[in-house]
């Protein structure tokens, strides 16, 4: 793996970071919005059905799309919004910055 392509960082000392996220099934059907202070945590949980039965059942294995956000309230704001969005909506949102829905994980399954 490269450089340029590390997709999770340590949040800087002090600060806090906060991500809005969509998560998907391997067919992209199903599609989960959340928000959470520690990507790569919360994205590894959901990886191995940690999260609710939802993605036990889904089956939400790839992360397909986030926004990074210094601001708790910002984050909320921002999640509601694309929460309150149709799927439609959420997809061109996906596509805009992830046309082929890849797993921004970079991990094999």
């Given at each position: 793996m490269d450089s340029d392509d590390v997709i999770f960082y340590d949040e800087p000392?002090?600060?806090?970071?906060?991500?809005?996220?969509?998560?998907?099934?391997?067919?992209?059907?199903?599609?989960?919005?959340?928000?959470?202070?520690?990507?790569?945590?919360?994205?590894?949980?959901?990886?191995?059905?940690?999260?609710?039965?939802?993605?036990?059942?889904?089956?939400?294995?790839?992360?397909?799309?986030?926004?990074?956000?210094?601001?708790?309230?910002t984050a909320i704001a921002r999640e509601k919004q694309i929460k309150g969005g149709s799927r439609m909506n959420k997809a061109e949102l996906i596509s805009t910055l992830n046309p082929d829905w890849l797993d921004l994980t970079l991990e094999g399954e």
């Open positions: 000392v002090g600060e806090k970071i906060y991500f809005v996220y969509i998560m998907t099934n391997l067919h992209n059907t199903s599609l989960y919005t959340g928000i959470t202070n520690n990507l790569f945590r919360r994205v590894q949980e959901h990886k191995q059905g940690e999260g609710g039965q939802f993605f036990r059942r889904y089956k939400m294995r790839k992360l397909v799309y986030f926004e990074a956000f210094g601001d708790v309230r």
